[in-house]
């Protein structure tokens, strides 16, 4: 047995399995289990029915239409905010919220600032590839990322290298996924559709905003 293999050390319901992804110009960290089951079912149910989710739209040649997953973005209030084109005004942070932020927080090393939250209804619902590089998120954009209900993959793929395979992350209920240093400068990333019939997943995305 390795005694100095991470994942095993880590393995149990209190102390998070982690594990750093080898990949270049990222720095891509997941911890599996940083909610306990019981959190995750009790922030999963309250965030589906406090939240005030939102369904945004997008101009597409020309007409607009529905974003393929509700939306709600909560903070401080003195930092606006733009996402896809959409300026958001943030909802003040709520008790649930800030239980989060302060868990991942003392991971994370930052103070977060606000964050965006999405409620993938279906298997229907997706976010595209895309980068999370607004400038307003600073030089090199640290992100936290909890999820709670259905398991997704999160795909990432390098913008030029070819020659990488793209990353398939299962981010599964109560993970955090820390994403910080150069990753979206090089890397873009994507939740994708499914024709599977699968339960609702809440995902949060805390951002420091400069
Ligand atoms: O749902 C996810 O895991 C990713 C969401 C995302 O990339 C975003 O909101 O910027
Ligand atoms: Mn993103």
Redesign the pocket.
Known sequence: MDLFNQTDLFGSIDNPKTKKFDLPDADVTLFEGFFTKQESDRLYKDLTEKILWQQDQIRFYGKMIDLPRLTAWYGENNKPYT?SGIPMNPHPWTEDLLFIKNRIEKEAGVNFSSV?L?L?RKGKDS?NW?C?DEKELGQNPV?G?V?FGET?P?QLRHLTRKDLDKVDIL?TTGSF?LMKGTTQHFWE???PKTTREIKP?I?L?FRVIA
């Open positions: 996402y965006l999405n993938y976010v895309h999370d992100i990322s999820s997704r999160f981010l996924l990333h994507q939740i997943r995902n995305t």
